[in-house]
């Protein structure tokens, strides 16, 4: 009998201290360092990783935090430059009765975007583009920001995404009557 009143007081404890501790952590704030002002810090939300066209990895413009670099650096292990190309070629077209013609140069590039998070990435490129230059690839940028053509890459945990980007500037020539 005094086995079994033991038994049943050692659960009553039991409970008593697992009742107090669910109370204890229901009246927590949430964690200091993970603000949830728009959700972008929640634990399941996307990281944001801000690139230039240098693979400069750029602090958040939006939420930066405590002890984040604040200066552009490199980390190839995150990204890097494949290779820049540069071509020059003619183009030509008919139009009516005229043959129109431009000399036209062509710089591209590509991005290897690697994600080493435990979460999903979303590589936010900014590529410069001044006028008369204009973007000629696929996929196109998501939108401009000044000068800046600003394109969205989504990338899993350990994935590598290449990320393709052209300019090309159209020189116009004399045209031809045919």
Not at 19 to 36: E, G, N, V
Not at 51 to 79: E, F, M, N, S, T
Not at 94 to 113: K, Y
Request: charged share 20%.
């Amino acid at each position: 009998m005094k086995r079994r009143q033991l038994f049943l007081l050692l659960a009553l404890c039991l409970a008593a201290v697992a009742t107090a501790s669910a109370q204890l952590s229901a009246q927590q704030p949430p964690h200091p360092s993970r603000p949830a002002y728009d959700g972008a810090d929640a634990l399941n939300a996307p990281l944001r990783i801000y690139v230039d066209q240098d693979c400069h990895i750029l602090p958040d413009p939006l939420h930066p935090l405590p002890g984040q670099k604040q200066k552009p650096y490199r980390d190839g292990a995150i990204c890097y430059v494949e290779g820049q190309h540069t071509s020059l070629h003619r183009e030509e077209r008919i139009d009516s009765n005229q043959l129109l013609r431009w000399d036209v140069s062509v710089i591209e590039q590509t991005f290897q975007l690697t994600n080493i998070a435990d979460r999903e990435a979303i590589f936010v490129v900014s590529y410069p583009v001044e006028k008369p230059w204009f973007i000629d690839s696929d996929p196109q940028p998501v939108r401009y920001d000044g000068n800046n053509a600003i394109f969205l890459v989504h990338v899993r945990p350990g994935e590598r995404v290449g990320l393709h980007v052209g300019r090309r500037i159209m020189k116009p020539l004399k045209s031809k009557t045919l």
